[in-house]
């Protein structure tokens, strides 16, 4: 079965470009989570949705970042412009249910480098 | 802000002996997860605990919640270099059902 799966795994762009990041989740799952990971701060809950609707977006760190779910097979976390301090590992997570209740499934994470 | 301190950050031990790490807070948490994280992939979901005082245990490993559920120990036996990884607790906050993360203990077994 595939897990969930996310694209590009890696990501390096310059200063001020906009960036995409695609998450396509578990089938069947109807909550999904985007993280982004740094040594400094960690794993860091940025929205999540529950049935394609964004339920908690607080943890967006500005207006710079926005993300959809336009469908349930089909999520994006786009940051629009770039700077270096959103160089990070972004990780997309899915699970059944609402919320936090059940298990979260990772996945492998998109690497983004700003230059 | 719920805030969780993993300890140590660093662990680097030689093949078969034992470890603990620590996850604590000062607030209490409805529940409590261990995740471990390999190089370039995601956590993935070691265990659940739920009551305060309880023990589950995973092959060599022995996960412990605390009494007031505050804090929780990951104790790992004879380990082996299949052990490395990043090890991730978690509590979901007992308010608003949002899981927070601790920033991990790297652990390094050396063969």
């Known amino acids: 079965d595939a897990g969930v799966i996310q694209s590009p795994r890696h990501e390096v762009t310059e200063m001020g470009q906009e960036v995409t990041l695609r998450c396509k989740p578990i089938?069947?799952?109807?909550?999904l989570f985007w993280y982004r990971q740094t040594m400094m701060r960690g794993l860091e809950l940025l929205i999540y949705f529950n049935n394609n609707v964004p339920i908690d977006d607080s943890g967006m760190p500005e207006d710079r970042f926005s993300a959809k779910m336009p469908n349930a097979s089909f999520s994006t976390l786009k940051i629009q412009p770039s700077e270096p301090r959103d160089s990070a590992v972004y990780f997309c997570?899915?699970?059944?249910?609402?919320?936090?209740?059940?298990?979260?499934?990772f996945g492998p994470g998109t690497r983004l480098t700003v230059t | 802000t719920q805030l969780l301190e993993q300890s140590p950050q660093f662990l680097s031990i030689q093949e078969g002996e034992n470890l603990t790490v620590y996850c604590n807070s000062s607030?209490?948490?409805?529940?409590l997860q261990w995740y471990r994280q390999e190089p370039g992939e995601g956590p993935v979901l070691l265990v659940t605990?739920?009551?305060?005082?309880e023990v589950k245990k995973l092959k060599r490993l022995t996960f412990q919640f605390g009494d007031a559920r505050k804090d929780s120990s990951l104790h790992i036996t004879a380990a082996q270099p299949g052990d490395t990884g990043l090890y991730l607790c978690?509590?979901?906050?007992?308010?608003?059902?949002?899981?927070?993360f601790g920033k991990g203990t790297r652990l390094h077994i050396l063969p």
């Open positions: 978690a509590g979901k906050d007992p308010r608003d059902d949002k899981i927070i």
């Open positions: 607030s209490v948490f409805s529940s």
């Open positions: 089938s069947g799952h109807n909550s």
């Open positions: 605990v739920v009551t305060g005082g």
């Open positions: 997570a899915s699970s059944l249910g609402t919320a936090f209740s059940y298990e979260q499934y």
